[in-house]
């Protein structure tokens, strides 16, 4: 999982089966999280997705790769919004994946489209102090994207049949489950994530709709005991990393 606190040293382009993606100038670079909210959410029948805060473009890529749809990517940081744009030009779908460089507070209020699924890894921190590291900081609070202002953009963009998935914490994502109620959004389905057999969960794929439908709730380890990838992370994962 990422750590939040302090930038590791990564390169500067993350190679993946099918695609690259470049990372030197966004804040926030490729992990864990973004891989496997790429690879979880559901795009069956989906036409129009968007990914809010693509930051690298990972997810978007990622959707585009398991579907046929068209992607919008909405990234306020302008370096990042930039080379966003280079990594779908570069990809297999560059007529498919489309980077917007606007927050998703104004997207929201000025686009005409609306979407079969929003997708969004998303700030987690809502609260204590900005690390020295303030790009990331910046991105890992809630300080440009509230999650109010998440539920709100989607709830305007999503079509009434559409859903919204995210990836967070696990009490981060129980308190956004809570909020995304008060926004008339029903949890649909629930994949709680743990590093290893033994720790406690520390992440939340979750999947949103805007109405009542059947909850689907499921469990991921990421690594077994001997630290060798699960089978399930592996069947997950397979069609994006090389070395898995």
């Known amino acids: 999982m990422e750590n939040a606190s302090r930038p590791q040293a990564q390169p500067d382009t993350f190679r993946f089966k099918q695609f690259s993606v470049r990372q030197a100038r966004s804040a926030m670079k490729v992990g864990t999280d973004g891989v496997l909210l790429g690879a979880w959410v559901d795009v069956q029948d989906v036409r129009r997705a968007l990914d809010v805060g693509t930051g690298t473009g990972l997810i978007a890529l990622m959707l585009a790769q398991r579907s046929k749809a068209q992607i919008d990517a909405v990234e306020i ?27 998703v507070q104004d ?18 921190f809502t609260g204590g102090v900005l690390s020295a590291y303030q790009d990331r900081a910046s991105v890992r609070h ?28 696990y009490l981060e ?6 909020l995304a109620a008060t926004y008339g959004f029903y949890l649909c389905r629930r994949t709680r994530v743990r590093p290893l057999p033994e720790q406690p969960f520390n992440r939340l794929l979750l999947e949103f709709a805007r109405q009542v439908r059947p909850l689907q ?19 997950l994962t397979r069609p994006f990393y090389i070395s898995i």
Do not use: C, M
């Open 217 to 235: 709730e499921s469990d991921l380890v990421i690594q077994d005991e001997q630290g060798h990838w699960t089978e399930a992370y592996v069947r």
């Open 107 to 124: 997207y929201a209020r000025q686009a005409n489209e609306t979407y079969d699924l929003v997708v969004s890894n998303p700030p987690f």
């Open 142 to 169: 809630t300080v440009k994207l509230p999650h109010g202002d998440l539920l709100d953009a989607a709830r305007r963009l999503l079509h009434p049949e559409g859903r919204l998935a995210v990836i967070l914490p």
């Open 77 to 103: 940081d302008a370096a990042a919004a930039a080379e966003a744009a280079e990594n779908a030009a570069a990809s297999p779908w560059p007529d498919r994946v489309k980077v917007i460089h606007q927050s």
């Open 173 to 178: 994502g129980l308190r956004f489950g809570e």
